[in-house]
């Protein structure tokens, strides 16, 4: 990872820093989020600074310390009354412009690619459509918002599909991964989220986009938006 760019470095902080402020800024400005956010980056930059992470050889995968917490965290949000609560709580025009975050996202793929970090099938050249939903988001979020246009279908919709893709590289990712589990990228493996501050992809970014895409569908689905009815 010595010959990755500074600037890559750079705008990935920036990216990682922006997710977490328009999550925030979705909530009521909840205080319990900053902490518990805050004590994950912290707790995950030391063990990721130390190499944890690096070590690809254990059963079962290291890795998974990464993404199981995030993961349980999202099924007990769903699952308790506390948790449906929060999530109805929820700003729904900050959780659709969050995934603009996607764009700078899928630019940093690219340059981590072209620095030989990650495998091909992981950037827009490859098999990683996601970069769609960091352009339409402005865009779903002007004709449904802002003109009044579009209505819950069509967030419906919208967001139904930027799910898919997000599932879609979460599992090339995985599956490039150099686990035990590994299946595709054996020539070029998903090293990047291995090592800081990358592993903040899978580690915050992409669960901070899952969580807004399940929360967003779950409001339009059980709570009523006057604004956006039709």
Known sequence: ???????????????????????YRATPKSKG???LISC????QSMVGIWGFYTVTNTMPPRFQLLLLPPLVFTIVQFST???RAFIDNLDLKMLTVIHTIRIPVEIVLYWLFLNKAIPELMTFEGRNFDILVGITAPIIYFFVFVKQTWGKSALIIWNIFSLGLLLNIIINGMLSAPTPFQQFGFEQ???AVLHFPFMFLPGCIVPIALFSHLSSIRQLIHKNHSSINR
């Open 40 to 43: 994950w980056l912290a707790l």
């Open 33 to 35: 989020f900053l902490i």
């Open 189 to 191: 493996p998903n090293i």
């Open 1 to 23: 990872m010595e010959n990755i760019p500074i600037y890559v470095y750079i705008i990935f902080v920036i990216t990682l820093f922006a997710a977490v402020y328009l999550f």
């Open 81 to 83: 009354n506390r948790g």
